[in-house]
T-cell receptor, first 114, second 111 residues
């Protein structure tokens, strides 16, 4: 069983460009989460999605950030007009959506904005 | 607002020592999970505690869930360099599968 796949592993963008981060959940998992992590810090919740639906996006900035999890294909976290403060590691996790089920994480995308 | 506070934030100990990491909240959780994260990788689940007062053991690691289900602890006996990493607690306080992570404890075990 393939784990959670994230790509790219590293992404460099200049200020003002767009960043697209992809996440393919584990097979059979219907729930996808996106978290952001700064160096030496914990994980900050951004958004939680089920297929074709955003369930909770309370941790995601209202502007420039968007997320989707289409019926077919990976989940996408999109950051428009990136700024230096967007530089961070972005982790995706998936779960089957059952009570107390653990999150399975990918190895993250490290975004650097120059 | 950070719902889950971990302490200590950093811990550097010698091989063979014991340690305890705490995860505290003012909110009640239906369950709490503990993860370990190594550099360049995503967090990996260690354990899930569900019942208030529950104690779970994983080799040299002992996890406890508080009676009121607001806090948890992780105790490591005879720490080894391989235990080095970032330890994170996580839980769903709202019952909506929205998992919030703690502030993290960065452990370094010196040989």
């Amino acid at each position: 069983n393939a784990g959670v796949m994230q790509n790219p592993r590293h992404l460099v963008r200049r200020r003002g460009q767009e960043a697209r981060l992809r996440c393919s959940p584990m097979k059979g998992h219907s729930h996808v989460y996106w978290y952001r992590q700064l160096p030496e810090e914990g994980l900050k919740f951004m958004v939680y999605l089920q297929k074709e639906n955003i369930i909770d996006e309370s941790g995601m900035p209202k502007e420039r950030f968007s997320a989707e999890f289409p019926k077919e294909g990976p989940s996408i976290l999109r950051i428009q007009q990136v700024v230096r403060g967007d530089s961070a590691a972005y982790f995706c996790a998936s779960s089957p959506g059952q009570e107390n089920s653990p999150l399975h994480f990918g190895n993250g995308t490290r975004l650097t904005v120059t | 607002t950070q719902l889950l506070e971990q302490s200590p934030q950093f811990l550097s100990i010698q091989e063979g020592e014991n340690l305890t990491v705490y995860c505290n909240s003012s909110s009640v959780f239906s369950s709490l999970q503990w993860y370990r994260q190594e550099p360049g990788e995503g967090p990996v689940l260690l354990v899930t505690v569900v019942t208030g007062g529950e104690v779970k053991k994983l080799k040299r690691l002992t996890f406890q869930f508080g009676d009121a289900r607001k806090d948890s602890s992780l105790h490591i006996t005879a720490a080894q360099p391989g235990d080095t990493g970032l330890y994170l607690c996580a839980g769903d306080a709202s019952g909506t599968y929205k998992y919030i992570f703690g502030t993290g404890t960065r452990l370094k075990v010196l040989a």
